[in-house]
């Protein structure tokens, strides 16, 4: 039998390409700082919606609210992957936010017996 051989080249194994994405605490999101900076890179870019969109894995609808500042979240593995499309550092165009400590919504009340 035949077997092709296949070398890898990339100098990078999967468990370090894995270990070098940030793990965001549960509830954690990313605010939009400016939609005009996101549409000034977009365009100084040559990036349209819709590809925008392709690269960083969601619609182009979503890209087209964030640019008109209609929407101003999204989580922080979407907006990784928006700046690492544009070429951009994340802190230019996104702002961190954390929800509660306990990660409960602030309206519910525990009830203690």
């Known amino acids: 039998m035949f ?6 080249t990339n100098p990078l194994t999967m468990e370090d390409e894995v ?4 793990r965001w605490p549960k509830g954690s999101w990313m605010k939009l ?8 890179l977009m365009n100084q870019r040559g990036f ?13 609808s979503f890209i ?5 500042e209609n929407k101003t979240t ?4 979407l907006a990784e992957r928006i700046a690492e499309a544009l070429d951009v550092p994340l802190h230019l165009l996104f702002v961190e936010h954390a929800s509660a400590s306990n990660g409960r919504n602030s309206n519910q009340r525990r009830v203690v017996a």
């Open 3 to 8: 077997y092709p051989s296949t070398v890898d």
């Open 19 to 22: 270990a070098s994405y940030k």
């Open 33 to 40: 700082t400016s939609g005009d900076t996101l549409r000034a």
């Open 48 to 60: 349209s919606m819709a590809r925008l969109g392709r690269y960083a894995g969601c619609s182009k």
């Open 64 to 68: 087209g609210h964030l640019c008109a």
């Open 74 to 77: 999204c989580t922080p593995q």
